[in-house]
């Protein structure tokens, strides 16, 4: 297939090759873009957790919006400048749930691992976690030899 026939399918769709053709009833191309970038998301990607990591000069600050997860369902490890956050979202079963008739159903539930090697060596006997309406705060401080210091003139 030529350059130009390749282009202009990958960049219209193959309905843009029949001229007649109401294009705006099927603009399908993103549909199924869509569709195929979802099966190579991660189970943390599905579920939604994010992370933000922040760094000051004493200490690395890592954030995860965690809605619907129970702090006693999340584990935490620090290993070799790794940080390792993983946990469940439980589904709740409610009574009489099976006569239930879903109209849609767009929460996910199930396990998710996040991992993130942290930019210096952490004083990890010294991290703390915080967990406050739904969001993870972690607090690793740097250790001595990553902590910038000040060098006096003489």
């Known amino acids: 297939m030529s350059n130009s026939v390749s282009s202009m399918r990958r960049n219209r769709g193959p309905l843009s090759m029949v001229p007649w053709f109401p294009k705006e009833l099927f603009e399908l191309d993103g549909v199924f873009d869509s569709l195929m970038s979802r099966q190579n998301e991660s189970p943390a990607d599905m579920l ?7 760094e000051n000069d004493q200490a690395y600050e890592v954030q995860l919006d965690l809605p619907g997860i129970r702090p006693e369902d999340v584990d935490i490890q620090v290993e070799n400048n790794l940080l390792t956050i993983r946990g469940q979202r439980r589904e709740e079963l409610e009574e009489g749930g099976k006569d239930k008739q879903y109209h849609r159903v767009e929460r ?8 993130v090697v942290l930019p210096a060596t952490v004083s990890d006997s010294e991290a703390v976690a915080e967990f406050k309406d739904g969001v993870l705060k972690i607090t690793l401080p740097k250790s001595e030899q990553a902590r910038p210091r000040k060098i006096n003139i003489k």
């Open 48 to 54: 939604g957790v994010r992370l933000d990591l922040t």
């Open 108 to 115: 996910r539930f199930g396990s998710f691992s996040r991992s």
